[in-house]
């Protein structure tokens, strides 16, 4: 296989028309994913190619849609779901929460509901209100559920092909900002899986850890501090349930520093997931307390605003700026 | 399907076969003698249950159980009307529904022993897991009844709620995507009255329940729920329906909840004692028997030997109820993925330690 220049979008409909062709059972529905592709495209050409009974609108509705995925699931089918919108989710938080995270649980395995609800989200797109929310603390907090969010192209056709083909249901996080951005990627080649995180920059003196919108704005940090004669390793966490201690552990305790960079409202968050995380297993390891560069405790602020409510590289920096330094 | 409005309305009156007294009503015919046989035998080892299981809440071997009594020809109609390869999706008021159609009830009660959360395998009965959070189970079953229809299979889903349920949005959006994608399901509401305290005039002011079909294009209609031969007449008619291709339908059944909600509940703070004693004399079981008796089709010798079985059932309930399953830790952590995540070994390997150390010591 031959590299191709892809954008995330291209790469997650390719992942998408990959699985349904491989497996009958594997569906796409939601709101405008049919003959016009869905808002984004991501379902460009899908019913044209596998016919409307394999890729489908639904009524506008999205715990109808999730409600229906999981009764399809029961019964030997494979479904991917596209919320329209992070926030227009909500509707669906119940089915989400009380069935598709505990079904196999509640039935001791006997029911299980392997499907994906992928989710467009994230701000950095100058968005009006409702178009930019990063909801994966929601999901993140629900066992049961696998929660990724891939940051480049290649992670995206992956971890896709990887979710659908998984006996879990996941939800499926896509960086808007990140839909339209060009790689070289290589289809075939495989990408780490789901519970993997990456090392995506080699660096000695300080760990970054983001995932999703935040990882093209960690690597841009750590590019600038490299000028600035600091090495930053930039790890990309992709799998936010399950979280990878282990690769994200090994990072930290090879630089002793660390700073989390998460879109989301920091408060009660993944962001302060992983601090407490790798404090309680590298505290020895630790050169100074973990910091944070998230989204301000504020409802996402409106498109001209939200260049302050997004993690950016000066706030990276100072952050790592803030690293005790002087006491090495 | 049809779009006229007309033919979508329910009946005037809910539809009954039989009268209180147990004399048929002329409206139509009653289903066979053997149909009716069985349907009471059922009744019979329902009420038992019922009785049983609120006997065993008491002794605390169950935690709560919410009781159909009052409500069982519902129940057995529902699980009677479905062949070998259709589902029932039950409520928490439905455990009769799911023993009717074949499920072990000591497998059924388990949610409520407290063992586990769901304690039969849902694909030997074809029944859903019995669902809390209310109506969306219904979304459930036009899920597996879409599926089922996809692949071209004959399957009918019956999708049972409440009436204080069709005030969820779940209700609407089940009945609407059953609608839209023609999936043969049976949407059956059974109207006892209240939804724990509150009556039925707070949850909905229209002509009926089954009037809510209209606006979805589904077609409604409205039974006696304590007559068990229009039940079988209508959910009947209603599943053949669905499985010709006239898409979904729904059904009210005017019915009663005679207990509490739940034991744990005090049903005087909100009704009258003459309101539940106007009921007592439209009781279903009673009702059969006295058509079968006119009938000259049972005697005292078969009301003998359906209450024996039905002893039976009830002693195997007792018997299972009373066996006391030892916890097993691991379960805790088995069933949240396929495969435990590193994070739930860890967290296992905490209480098997915290249990060795209890041994230990
Ligand atoms: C979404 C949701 N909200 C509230 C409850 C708590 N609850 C349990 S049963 C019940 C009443 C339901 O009434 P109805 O649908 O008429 O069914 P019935 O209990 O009368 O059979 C309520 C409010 C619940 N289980 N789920
Ligand atoms: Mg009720």
New interface residues.
């Given amino acids: 296989m031959t590299h191709e220049k892809l954008t995330m979008a291209q790469a997650l409909n390719r992942a998408l028309r990959d699985a349904m062709a491989e497996d009958p059972t594997v569906l796409m529905f939601g709101e405008d994913v049919g003959p016009l592709g869905g808002v984004f495209r991501i379902t460009d050409g899908l019913t044209a190619e596998f016919g409307e009974?394999r890729c489908f609108d639904?009524?506008l509705?999205e715990?109808?849609i999730?409600?229906?995925?999981?009764?399809?699931?029961?019964?030997?089918?494979r479904p991917v779901v596209e919320m329209q919108f992070d926030a227009f989710a909500y509707?669906a938080f119940?089915?989400v929460v009380?069935?598709v995270a505990?079904?196999?649980?509640?039935?001791?395995?006997?029911?299980?509901v392997p499907m994906v609800i992928r989710v467009p989200y994230a701000g950095g797109i100058g968005g009006v209100e409702h178009h930019c929310d990063s909801s994966e603390s929601y999901y993140a907090h629900t066992?049961?559920l696998?929660v990724l969010a891939p940051a480049n192209a290649a992670d995206a056709y992956g971890l896709l092909r990887e979710a659908i083909a998984?006996?879990?249901p996941v939800v499926f996080l896509e960086p808007k900002k990140l839909y339209w951005s060009k790689e070289e990627v290589d289809l075939a080649a495989p990408v780490p899986g789901i519970?993997r995180a990456a090392v995506v920059r080699e660096g000695t003196d300080a760990t970054l850890i983001a995932y999703g919108p935040s990882v093209p704005t960690a690597l841009e940090a750590a590019e600038v501090a490299a000028q600035d004669g600091r090495s930053l390793q930039v790890v990309d966490v992709r799998s936010i349930?399950?979280?990878d201690?282990?690769t994200v552990c090994d990072a930290v305790r090879s630089t002793g520093r660390a700073v989390v960079v998460a879109e989301a409202v920091g408060f009660a968050s993944v962001s302060s997931e992983i601090v407490a995380r790798v404090t309680e297993r590298c505290f020895h390891s630790l050169a100074a307390p973990i910091r944070r560069v998230t989204g301000f405790d504020i409802p996402f602020p409106p498109p001209k605003l939200e260049h302050f409510q997004l993690p950016g590289v000066d706030r990276i920096l100072d952050a790592v700026d803030d690293l005790q330094w002087e006491d090495s | 399907m049809t779009r006229d409005p007309e033919a979508l309305l329910p009946s005037a009156e809910p539809v009954m076969l039989i009268d209180p007294s147990g004399v048929p009503t002329g409206l139509a015919e009653v289903p066979d003698d053997d149909t009716m046989l069985a349907a009471y035998g059922a009744l019979v080892a329902a009420r038992r249950l019922n009785d049983q299981a609120y006997a065993l809440v008491r002794q605390g071997r169950l935690a709560v159980y919410p009781s159909s009594h009052g409500q069982e020809a519902c129940q057995v109609a529902a699980a009677q009307v479905l062949g070998a390869d259709d589902w029932l999706f039950p409520t928490y008021r439905d455990t009769v529904a799911a023993v009717t159609r074949g499920v072990d009830p000591v497998e059924v009660l388990v949610l409520l022993k407290g063992d586990?959360?769901?304690g039969y395998?849902?694909?030997r009965t074809k029944v859903?897991?019995q669902a809390t959070?209310l109506a969306?189970q219904?979304?459930?079953?036009?899920?597996?009844?879409?599926?089922?229809k996809?692949?071209g299979e004959p399957t009918v889903v019956m999708a049972l709620c409440g009436d204080g349920a069709t005030s969820e949005?779940?209700f609407h959006?089940?009945l609407?995507?059953a609608a839209?994608f023609g999936v043969p399901v049976v949407f059956f509401v059974q109207n006892n009255e209240y939804a724990i305290s509150v009556p039925l005039a707070r949850q909905s002011v229209a002509p009926s329940l089954a009037h809510k079909g209209v606006g979805y294009g589904v077609p409604g209609e409205r039974v006696d729920g304590n007559d068990v031969a229009a039940l079988l007449a209508v959910l009947g008619g209603a599943v053949a329906k669905a499985r010709a291709g006239e898409g979904p339908q729904l059904v009210e059944a005017h019915t009663y909840r005679m207990q509490a909600h739940t034991n744990a509940d005090d049903a005087t703070r909100y009704r009258q004692d003459d309101e539940v004693a106007a009921w007592v004399e439209r009781d279903p079981l009673m009702r059969a028997e006295a058509y079968l008796r006119g009938r000259g089709v049972l005697g005292d010798d078969q009301v003998t030997a359906y209450a024996a079985e039905a002893d039976r059932v009830a002693a195997h309930v007792r018997e299972g109820l009373n066996r006391d399953v030892e916890p097993n830790p691991d379960?805790l952590f088995?069933?949240?993925?396929?495969r435990r995540?590193?994070?739930l070994e860890e967290q296992a390997a905490l209480v098997a330690d915290e249990l060795s150390r209890e041994d230990a010591s």
């Fill in positions: 009974e639904t009524p509705a715990s109808g999730v409600g229906l995925a999981v009764g399809m699931a029961m019964n030997g089918m509707p119940e089915q009380s069935h505990k079904l196999r649980n509640r039935t001791r395995g006997a029911v299980t066992p049961g696998h998984s006996p879990d519970g349930v399950p979280f201690d282990a | 586990w959360h769901s395998d849902p694909y859903g897991p959070p969306t219904l979304l459930h079953a036009v899920g597996v009844g879409y599926a089922a996809l692949r949005g779940d959006e089940a609407n995507f839209v379960d088995d069933f949240v993925y396929a995540t590193p994070q």
